[in-house]
């Protein structure tokens, strides 16, 4: 039996030795412990590194078809704009500057409520 240390695996894989250890932790690739060593059957990498059919990942392409939203829908979309649109002229939004904190931050004033 032929067994691999991980950095050797990982060589072999073309992946980090981290890959190497997750596929380990997750089930996709087997290991033995020899001691403090982990070690990875030569077989276990070939069952791995298996071939790729190409019919196996490719679903049916489905062509994209774009719906209008119902009245109902831009209705909904309208009544969340002006909800949002009215939110925004309660608050002020303005961006503070760096300067600004600054000010800010050396004004006893601010902190502490004084006017």
């Known amino acids: 039996m032929d067994l691999l240390t991980v950095q050797e695996t990982a060589q072999m894989l073309r992946v980090h030795p981290m ?9 996709r690739l087997t290991a033995v412990r020899i001691g403090r060593r982990i070690r990875v059957p030569l077989e276990a990498v070939g069952r791995l590194a298996k071939p790729v059919d190409p019919r196996e990942h490719a679903g049916p392409v489905k062509p994209f078809v774009f719906k209008r939203p119902s009245a109902a829908e831009l209705a909904r979309r309208r009544e969340l704009a002006d909800r949002t649109l009215k939110n925004r002229e309660k608050r002020d939004i303005r961006p503070l500057t760096t300067a600004d904190l600054v000010r800010m931050g050396r004004d006893d004033d601010f902190w502490y409520g004084r006017d």
């Open 19 to 27: 890959t190497v250890r997750r596929y380990i932790s997750s089930g």
